[in-house]
Nanobody
Framework: VQLQASGGRLVQTGGSLRLSCAAS????????MGWCRQAPGKEREFVAAINWSRGTTVYADSLKGRFTISRDNAKNTVYLQMNSLKPEDTAVYLC?????????????WGKGTQVTVSS
């Protein structure tokens, strides 16, 4: 399984970004695909997850309303739309096949993409 995250960059406070995670190597039916993030000196944090087949979504409480996770089954890609970005959103964003809803443990991880929000 390979997960390739992309889309991270420097953005100003209040801006938006869409991250992508392209998955390959197997079928993902009924898997929980998700995003976590890790800022320097902090623990890994759950961001959002989606059931690959059903499209059910779960978000970290603190991010509801600003972040939206979605998937394109035909492209084997999961997206994370991030709006109204804040400096505290600065982190490396990692996509993964998660072990459960809200989990920061995964069976497979991508390399991550850096998001930096300037104040």
């Amino acid at each position: 399984v390979q997960l390739q995250a992309s889309g991270g960059r420097l953005v100003q406070t209040g801006g938006s970004l869409r991250l992508s995670c392209a998955a390959s190597g197997r079928t993902f039916s009924n898997q929980i695909m998700g995003w976590c993030r890790q800022a320097p000196g902090k623990e890994r944090e759950f961001v959002a997850a989606i059931n690959w087949s059903r499209g059910t979504t779960v978000y970290a409480d603190s991010l509801k309303g600003r972040f939206t996770i979605s998937r394109d089954n035909a492209k084997n890609t999961v997206y994370l739309q991030m709006n109204s970005l804040k400096p505290e959103d600065t982190a490396v964003y990692l996509c993964a096949i998660l072990q459960g809803w809200g989990s920061t443990r995964g069976d497979y991880w991508g390399k991550g993409t850096q998001v930096t929000v300037s104040s």
